[in-house]
């Protein structure tokens, strides 16, 4: 199983990036999914989440202004993001709770990161 991200980029602060992550592999189902973000100034912190089902949580510094789905046909999470700022600047990661065909449990999955830089 691996997840691909892809979608960052340098961005002038009130701009927008819209990234992606697909799951591929050996899957028999995925739960939640979610987006996390790290820089060197700060830990790893979760920034959005959605479940299966659809209901989505946000860390509050981007309630308002990042948007997360996912196109469970696909296997594949988005999350939109508007009106960036300098300190949204991060290696984005895509993370995925999956099943594959071998296990009866999910396990967490991680995608590469991608990083995002938004300049002043």
């Known amino acids: 199983v691996q997840l691909q991200a892809s979608g960052g980029g340098l961005v002038q602060t009130g701009g927008s990036l819209r990234l992606s992550c697909t799951a591929s592999?050996?899957?028999?189902?995925?739960?939640?999914m979610g987006w996390y973000r790290q820089s060197p100034e700060n830990e790893r912190e979760l920034v959005a989440s959605?479940?299966?089902?659809?209901?989505?949580n946000y860390v509050d510094s981007v309630k308002g202004r990042f948007s997360i789905s996912r196109d469970n046909a696909k296997k594949t999470m988005y999350l939109q993001m508007n009106s960036l700022k300098p300190e949204d600047t991060a290696v984005y990661y895509c993370n995925a709770v999956i099943q594959d065909f071998r296990n009866s449990y999910y396990q967490h999955y991680w995608g590469q990161g991608t990083l995002v830089t938004v300049s002043s």
């Open positions: 592999g050996s899957i028999f189902s995925i739960s939640d």
């Open positions: 959605i479940a299966v089902g659809g209901t989505t």
